[in-house]
């Protein structure tokens, strides 16, 4: 593999990373609810499920999609329901008044921020189809595993670094007051187009 195939990559990677989605959605929601500890770790999580999607591309998911329809049929139903219910859980408690007055340890976990962040990714198969699809023409056979690693590597950096700071830039004062002066509002469009994205996760 070149030099500038490896780059093209983890260009092309980056821009997907980038493009507006449920893990940048939920990445924003928690920088301006929980902080950037919080927000970090779940850009963490987010990190690990896109190595999670790239590594089953490498290895042929693919292939089996396209041999079994029906199971990627099934997981982007099953991924379009969580981010559902999801959606629904911020619209159903939008009107509940945010307590900011706590401003010690966040009120989500590591843990429970970083399963977050690794469950949002995975609930949308749809990473596994696009990182086929770039390294089929990019990564030729019999590539050494140093390269694998040196891709996967790219997949968890561009994640977790674009997430961390689209966490940090919603957790800014300014942000955290708008959101709390616009809870009910903000609250309602995020789980609105988080709602949207899972509609269209399950149905395309």
């Not at 850009?43 to 089996?64: D, E, K, Q, R, T």
């Not at 674009?162 to 789980?191: H, M, P, Q």
Request: aromatic share 12%.
């Amino acid at each position: 593999m070149t030099v500038a195939a490896f780059l093209a990559v983890a260009f092309l990677h980056l821009m997907a990373a980038i493009s507006p989605g449920p893990a940048v959605l939920m990445s924003a929601r928690t920088g301006v609810t929980e902080g950037l500890r919080t927000g970090f770790f779940l850009a963490c999580g987010i990190g690990v499920g896109g190595v999670i999607w790239a590594m089953a591309a490498l290895f042929g998911l693919n292939l089996v999609f396209q041999a079994a329809p029906a199971l990627l049929y099934t997981l982007k139903i099953a991924g379009g329901i969580y981010l559902i219910y999801m959606a629904y859980g911020m619209w159903k408690t939008a009107d509940q008044p945010l307590d900011m007055a706590e401003t010690g340890r966040p009120p989500r976990s590591a843990l429970s921020a970083f399963r977050l962040g690794l469950i949002t990714q995975l609930a949308n198969p749809k990473p596994a189809v696009l990182f086929s699809a770039i390294f089929v023409g990019t990564v030729p056979p019999h590539t050494p595993a140093w390269v694998y690693g040196a891709l996967l590597a790219v997949v968890f950096l561009n994640e977790t670094i674009w997430n961390t700071l689209v966490a940090r830039i919603f957790s800014f004062e300014r942000s955290k007051a708008t959101y709390i002066s616009l809870k009910s509002i903000i609250d309602r469009c995020f789980g609105g187009m988080l709602a949207v994205l899972g509609l269209k996760i399950a149905a395309t």
